[in-house]
């Protein structure tokens, strides 16, 4: 779960891009933050940079610096760790720049996945709200003017039309509620990783997130195995970066093979990580030793694969909701309407 103390995915992405191409021209780790400083223009990231700037500058090491600022995630500091140990540094803050901008990418499908489904429920909301508050009653007062009552659902909903009136202070109260639950699932870390839970029980939702969590995978593998780490230390590393608890489960799995003398791509299939074709894609990347190059390529391909399924989620929801609140609509007018021609007709 990313905690809310940590960079965003796009400021975790920004800093590693620049980083990368101080370091790529041989400017200091002190030299390089005194330079990213000047441009930085959020209060925390500056913080943070000044920090690293401080300790780089009385020869503490870069990861050690970044650890301190308590902004940067645990995976972040291991891997910009490892990339000193084993003189790869300058790889490594470019393969993280380009994770978080991945990671970002889907995180900004998901909100636009979520956000279209709660416009089109407030706004059928306020269009129920409205023809019950407001719309019925005046096709009450006809009814009486003709001498008539309403019946069936329409008298239903007269009754719940009453109730609004009488208790608008209550509908006022609940939909500040449910406002202030929104905000928490979507705002608060806590909020998030339950609305993450919930999701994942959904058939559509545990789909995405098995997508995502895959990617994830694919792409912490890549950037370990460029930094020459073996494939039991990179499963250490990538289980920080999976949220998904079926992945950590198969991520053990992975790791329980590895000690039985399987081979990687064989732990993989084993453990069910990927799909089978996936899974030879590994084998072959395994053979011509471009594990890296196949973890990228198998990492943009769950990447659109993610995004196609997030599209056809919007694309199945919209036309759904937009029927239900027709249907709403007509069932209510009908209700209303048909017995008024009934009863124009009589005095007719």
């Known amino acids: 779960m990313k905690n809310s103390k940590f960079l965003s995915n796009t400021e975790l992405s920004l800093f590693c891009l620049q980083t990368y191409h101080l370091f790529k021209a041989g400017i200091t ?4 933050m005194e330079i990213i400083l000047e441009d930085a223009s959020d209060s925390r990231l500056k913080q943070a940079i000044s920090e690293i700037k401080d300790c780089c500058m009385i020869g503490e090491p870069f990861s050690e610096a970044c650890k301190k600022t308590g902004v940067f995630p645990e995976y972040v500091i291991n891997m910009i760790s490892l990339g000193e140990e084993s003189g ?3 790889e490594i803050m470019s ?9 970002q990418t889907i995180a900004d499908s998901i909100k636009d996945a979520v956000r279209y489904p709660l416009i089109m429920i407030a706004m059928m909301f306020l269009v129920v709200i409205v023809l019950i508050a407001k719309v019925l009653p005046i096709f009450n007062q006809v009814f009486i003017q003709l001498g008539a009552d309403m019946t069936g659902f329409a008298k239903s909903l007269l009754s719940v039309s009453e109730a609004l009136s009488k208790y608008s202070f209550v509908l006022l109260v609940v939909l500040l509620v449910i406002i202030l639950i929104a905000l928490f699932l979507t705002k608060s870390a806590t909020g998030k990783h339950m609305l993450s839970n919930i999701s994942s029980h959904l ?3 545990k789909s995405i997130k098995a997508s995502i969590s895959a990617g994830r995978f694919a792409s912490g593998m890549a950037m370990t195995f460029s930094s020459g ?4 230390q990179s499963l250490d590393l990538i289980k920080l970066l999976i949220e998904n608890e079926d992945y950590k489960r198969k991520i053990e799995v992975c790791k329980a093979a590895l000690s039985d003398g399987d081979t990687f791509p064989e732990a993989l299939k ?5 799909s089978t074709y996936y899974s030879h894609m590994v084998i072959v990347g395994s053979r011509t030793g471009n594990l890296d190059l196949v973890m990228n390529r ?6 659109n694969e993610t995004e196609d399924k997030i599209r056809s989620l919007i694309s199945t929801l919209e036309p759904t909701l937009v029927i239900i609140l027709s249907m709403f609509v007509g069932l209510v007018l ?3 309407i048909l017995p008024l021609l009934g009863v124009m007709s009589m005095i007719g």
């Open 29 to 32: 780790p002190a030299d390089g």
């Open 88 to 90: 790869h540094l300058t």
């Open 95 to 103: 393969s993280l720049s380009k994770h978080y901008e991945r990671e």
């Open 203 to 205: 058939p559509f939702g």
């Open 229 to 232: 780490l073996d494939a039991f």
């Open 270 to 274: 084993r453990a069910k990580i990927f």
């Open 298 to 303: 198998i990492a943009d391909d769950y990447e």
């Open 334 to 336: 009908l209700s209303v």
